[in-house]
């Protein structure tokens, strides 16, 4: 399985990286740590013309705390999030949700950016970070951008990322000491994508993500008024009828593992 | 008289560490797809995109036209045929590369050439080829309808081979009044060596040789069938099976990629090679375990089986593959399905049924999975029916060990063993009655536990009998080895199976310390290679170490006689006071070492004796067991699983094995051997799956679809083992490799029945996804309520 | 083509290559360091793990162009590492390959687990394990293996 033929371009700043996804012919893709375009690749259900190389451009990979949010660099791997480069209570969830990505050897590459930007339905970060709550930060020709995650993934690998613009990193809220999360994941081995997410954040507000979907993840307003109303538990059952009212398109036992994720989600939360 | 090894303990029973380990630790293993020749030209593959239909056209893209290869232009490479005497079986020919029709996804249709692989994919890419769509054959049941499309439309129905033995239950009806009836299937699988085929092919003009080194289980049988389907002489052909990553049986066949190879190296004057990807394996390689069952097991009261009555259709894919055919299984499958019980009455019809699918291989444990699965499920059924353990049904309607030698109902000949106590062995490693006890108390975490067993009885290293009576194109015979003494006092052994994983380099060797008692650090073992290697089948059915380890034994043991005559020569003394003991020739007054004997041999034969054997250090000698119908290995496995209900995942807590392979070679091989199969039956009863949608598209392409087991899916296995020698074998080794994989769907789909009783569910598919246990915890409750209402 | 320079194995390598062309395929094929394996070409398998500036990384699905300026360290560079030395030791004491096929990923892997973690436990060391599959050997012997370095490296 090799992959079709491409142009490569290494860019050392962003202006680079902008000009030459601006000026490119034919398809052009920004390649961030590879793991998920790299098998794409191989396999041939990618076949860009061009693969823009910003490993090499300055100001993406930090993770910075000022006054009530963090940035995290779009290059920031799975595995400094691992190993706890995010502090605080917003570190820890991080954490617990980087770990579960994958293998080690595909941590130390992956990208939280390249994962966002990617926009894989069964992915962890897209689910756990409109779970966070905050939203991304992108650069275009006139200058950078910032939009909220809700509403920002729109479908299985679509989000509101225009053609000729680049991810440059996350914003998360600083979660208070006493903010409860839960993230759980529904897989058949481990470091695989998940077949369902249910993340819960409870920080500012509640914020209640049902994830891997097979399109984007989305917000359980039901379940967010229940947290809000002080419950610390939530039946299989009921989650069940609150994501249906959702019309997910899911049969029986995808939407029965669904809600399972939200109810042990929240069962960690307060465990 | 040879009496080598005991005394250094690197002999028989002993735990050798392994000599091949030092290249592989090292990263210096040398596998088909490490070699390189300046000017080797790479293939890829066009292969269908459809399940069944006529090939209509092959567009080769403009400016690589001579880069592009398909039947047509190939009219001298014949198409494999794999003959078979079984009654009734319809052979399919497999053309290397398609010709009128393509009959799975996945089919080889055009080869492209290129000085990379990438290169070759991208004229792959573009070459065009138009299809007229047939309906597809997907479901093996629905293959018999008498409306379902035709695959090989020069056969009548889609039925490859049909067995039937009748048998009369009114016999038993008065005592077996307990009926137990179930329907089992077991899914469509991939073997997943984790070195994929490989090929690669030269001609040695010096030789006048096709040289093809493949990743092989059989290089001789690779070499008769290349040369049979290139229209070459035997002897231009030889085939080298360097190191091998896993095999499994996928590389106990020849593929048609092989005989393209061959043909391809000839025709473009280069060398060529061919590296499988996973993709290609995924999609080709599903070719194993698909099996479905209707069974009835007659019982009594107390729990003694007396009957046996199953339906079985085995999915054998669109062609027969060579040698083995693909009828061999649904044989198999009628010869085993009985395992280790005695039963009065057996009725048995086997259907193997040909589909759009790639083409049935034999996969590790082969139809005994299966057969084992379907009867040891139905086995738990009836105990949970009339309220008695399973295991104590076991012990009951088990042969016993004092009727061994025995003739089994299905005319396997038991060769000794003690079944019903491995079953008491197992069940108390498991710690049955602590499970028991704990089953009472729900578990902190919601889960239900359950424990489970599955026992057999594996027939390994059957030999000329028992394959002439398949009348299958390749028949073992008497196995050969080579020794030769080196001239300082080394040991070479050529054998012809070949290891992939199983450590012959160094078991081989400690069978030679057995008899001479040279170090085993001394002995080379070649093997794989049909130009340095005496003929064998090769490695299948669990058969090397009886096989080419007793011929081995008997070779060296001949070597021993000739190196007593020249070292009572040096030694000065008669021949009867001599001995080969420890590597040396010893006698009461003193000893030669074998660097001596060599250095005389080769070097000094002005010092032999008159009567010395002029056939001189190198012995070639043969081997089979009388009879030769099989050295039945048999084990019990236990298991204790959590099951989720919520999602229906599975979790395997403890796993315990009691295993009985007659006289150890080297145990801690046997164990790694029954690790591994016993994770490809984890595999295989939780995870593993190919599966197709209705036009026969396959639906596991990647790792990211096709779950394999990984280290959080194998329990930490528990073993033990019992050795009751054969009574018919070299030191009374039997054959092991396969057995691993044998009972372990059936123990862990009984746990899984187990924990799921108190629900009264039942899975009876695998894999048993947690969508299946899901579903099957649904039904139950949906049973409850209705029953309710 | 692309100029590419990197280290490999202590050794400084230039060369000129196609942006497709795998990290794994410019070991083996370009420096004929062929102890690194393909299984699988999509980042599952665990066969092509090689390190990168000291961490673990699957070469298959690694552009050679993108390893531009970094150290590799293949199976065949560790000759004078302690921890592997360990491993290797351990890896054939207790049994822990068979074909030989998964051994250079599953101890380059192995070798990051025991100097990363050092308080690993056995489920620690099966869920770090994962994403390095062996057919062969149950996996028994590995995780035995890794354990016994694990405990002779805390003592």
Request: proline content about 5%; hydrophobic content about 40%.
């Amino acid at each position: 399985m090799k992959s079709a033929k491409f142009d490569h371009q290494r860019t050392s700043s962003l202006e680079d990286a902008l000009a030459a996804l601006g000026g490119a012919d034919g398809e052009a893709r920004i390649m961030g740590g590879g793991q998920s375009l790299g098998p794409m690749m191989n396999l041939r259900l990618a076949q860009p013309d061009l693969l823009i190389d910003i490993s090499r451009v300055s100001g993406l990979d930090g993770v910075e705390e000022t006054a009530g949010t963090i940035r995290i660099g779009a290059r920031v791997t799975h595995a400094r999030i691992e190993d706890g480069e995010v502090p605080g209570v917003t570190g820890a969830y991080m954490r617990t949700v980087a770990s579960g990505i994958s293998y080690r050897s595909v941590r130390n590459r992956g990208t939280i950016g390249g994962s966002v930007a990617h926009a894989d339905p069964s992915a962890d970060w897209p689910s756990a970070l409109l779970a966070l709550g905050g939203g991304v930060v992108i650069a275009g020709q006139d200058g950078e951008r910032r939009t909220s995650f809700d509403g920002f993934q729109t479908g299985p690998f679509a989000t509101g990322i225009g053609y000729q613009e680049i991810l440059t990193g996350v914003e998360l809220p600083t979660l208070g000491a006493d903010a409860k999360w839960g993230y759980y994941k529904v897989n058949r081995k481990p470091g695989e994508f998940a077949d369902a997410i249910g993340a819960i954040v409870i920080g500012a507000e509640p914020r209640a993500v049902c994830g891997a979907t097979e399109s984007a993840p989305f917000r359980v307003p039901a379940i967010e008024e229940k947290l809000a109303g002080g419950v610390t538990e939530l039946s299989i059952s009921d989650a069940r009828d609150m994501i249906s009212a959702h019309d997910p398109g899911f049969d029986d036992y995808e939407l029965q593992i669904h809600a399972v994720a939200l109810s042990r989600a929240v069962g960690r939360a307060f465990a | 008289m040879a009496d080598g090894g005991a005394a250094d303990g690197q002999g028989i029973g002993a735990r050798v560490l392994r000599k091949e380990d030092a290249r592989h630790l090292a990263g210096r293993g040398k596998f088909t797809s490490d070699f390189r020749r300046p000017g080797q030209q790479e293939m890829a593959f066009v292969r269908s995109p459809v399940a069944h239909a006529r090939l209509k056209s092959i567009t080769k893209p403009a400016g690589h036209e001579a880069a592009v290869f398909t039947a047509t232009d190939m009219p001298d490479m014949l198409p494999m045929r794999a003959p078979s005497r079984l009654p009734g079986y319809k052979a399919a020919d497999y053309p290397a590369l398609a010709t009128e029709k393509v009959r799975f996804v996945g089919e080889p249709v055009a080869v492209c050439v290129a000085d990379t692989r990438a290169e070759a994919e991208d004229i792959a890419q573009a070459v065009q080829v138009e299809y007229d769509e047939l309906p597809a054959v997907v479901d093996m049941l629905a293959a018999k309808a008498d409306d379902a499309p035709q695959i090989h439309e020069e056969w009548d129905d889609n039925l490859v081979m049909e067995t039937f033995a009748d048998d009369d239950f009114g016999k038993i009806a008065d005592r077996a009044t307990v009926v137990v009836k179930r329907e089992y299937r077991m899914a469509r699988q991939a073997m997943n060596p984790m070195e994929g085929k490989a090929v690669f092919a030269e001609w040695d003009d010096r030789a006048d040789q096709l040289v093809m080194w493949t990743s092989t289980q059989v290089p001789h049988l690779i070499r008769t069938g290349l040369a049979e389907f290139l229209g070459l002489e035997q002897r231009q052909v030889r085939v080298i099976a360097p190191d091998v990553g896993g095999g499994f049986g996928c590389k106990a066949l020849l593929q048609p990629e092989e005989v393209v190879a061959g043909w391809m190296t000839r025709h473009l004057e280069a060398p060529v090679r061919w590296i499988e990807d996973r993709r290609e394996h995924l999609v080709t390689g599903a070719n194993c375990r698909e099996h479905h069952y209707h069974i009835t097991m007659h019982a009594t009261p107390e729990g003694r089986i007396l009957g046996l009555d199953c339906d079985v259709t085995v999915d054998a894919g669109a062609y027969s593959v060579y040698p083995f055919t693909n009828g061999l299984e649904g044989a198999m499958a009628h010869g085993n399905l009985p395992g280790p019980y005695d039963l009065e009455v057996y009725r048995c019809r086997t259907q193997t049924m040909t589909t759009n699918k790639p083409p049935l291989m034999p996969y590790r444990g082969v139809a005994r999975p299966g057969v084992c699965y379907a009867v040891e499920m139905t086995l738990d059924a009836l105990a949970r029916e009339i309220g008695v353990e399973a295991h104590k049904i076991r012990a009951m309607s088990m042969i016993k060990e004092s009727a061994l030698p025995f003739m089994s109902i299905a005319k396997k000949h038991f060769d000794s063993g003690n079944y019903a106590k491995s079953v008491e062995m197992v069940v108390d490693m498991i710690g049955l009655d602590e499970i028991r006890a704990a089953q009472n108390t729900p578990a902190s975490d919601g889960r239900l536990t359950g424990v489970g067993m599955g026992s057999y009885v594996e027939q390994t290293a059957h030999g000329t009998s028992v394959f002439a009576s398949w009348g299958v194109a390749m028949v073992p015979g008497y196995e050969q080895a080579t020794v030769r003494l080196t001239p300082d006092g080394g040991l070479e052994l050529r054998i012809g199976v070949q290891s992939h994983g199983q450590g012959m380099e160094t078991s081989m060797a400690q069978m030679a310390n057995e008899v001479l008692g040279i170090d085993p650090a001394k002995v080379t073992v070649t093997h794989g290679d049909t130009g340095l290697t005496p003929y064998s089948t090769g490695t299948y059915a669990s058969r090397s170490m009886v096989m080419a380890g007793g011929a081995t034994a008997r070779a060296c043991r001949v070597l021993a006689e000739r190196m007593e005559i020249i070292g009572a020569h040096l030694l000065q003394c008669e021949r009867a006071e001599v001995s080969v003991r420890g590597g040396k020739v010893v006698s009461g007054k003193g000893d030669v070492s074998f660097a001596e004997i060599g250095r005389v041999w080769y070097l000094n034969p002005d010092e032999l004796p008159d009567d010395v054997d002029q056939g001189g250090v190198e012995v070639t000698m043969g081997y089979r067991p009388e009879p030769d119908s099989g050295a039945f290995t048999y084990a019990s496995h236990a298991c204790k699983v959590a099951v989720d209900i919520d999602t229906g995942a599975v979790e395997v807590l403890d796993y315990a094995i009691v295993e009985d392979c007659g006289t150890m070679v080297n145990p801690m091989i046997v164990e790694g051997q029954t690790y591994g199969g016993a994770t490809q039956g984890i595999g295989t009863a939780l995870l593993e799956e190919s599966p197709y949608d209705a036009f026969g598209n396959p639906g596991a392409s990647t790792f990211a679809d096709y779950m394999m087991p990984g280290a959080t899916d194998a329990p930490h296995f528990r073993i033990d083992h019992m050795e009751s020698p054969s009574p018919f074998t070299e030191y009374g080794i039997k054959g092991m490799g396969e057995g691993g994989t044998i009972p372990t769907p059936a123990a862990i789909g009984n746990a899984i029945n187990d924990a799921l009783k108190s629900i009264g569910a039942e899975v009876n598919e695998t894999p048993f996804t947690p969508r299946r246990v899901r579903a099957a915890i649904e039904a139950a409750l949906k049973n409850r309520q209705g029953e309710a209402a | 083509m692309t100029e590419l320079t990197l280290k490999i194995n202590g050794e400084d390598v230039t060369a000129n290559v196609e942006p497709r062309l795998s990290l794994a395929d410019f070991i083996r094929d370009h420096r004929r360091l062929t102890g690194t394996h393909l299984g699988c070409e999509h980042g599952v398998c665990g066969a092509c793990t090689v390190l990168m500036n000291g961490e673990p990384i699957r070469s298959c699905i690694t552009f050679a162009v993108v390893a531009d300026g970094t150290e590799i360290t293949t199976i065949e560079g560790f000759d004078d590492d302690e921890p592997m030395a360990q491993m290797r030791q351990a890896f054939h004491e207790n049994h822990a390959l068979q074909c030989g096929y998964c051994t250079p990923g599953m101890l380059v892997a192995a070798r990051d687990i025991v100097t990363r973690l050092p308080d690993a436990d056995e489920a620690r060391v099966r869920l770090e394990l994962a994403g390095n599959l062996c057919r062969c050997t149950g996996y028994v012997g590995i995780v035995n293996a890794i354990l016994e370095v694990l405990e002779k490296r805390r003592s």
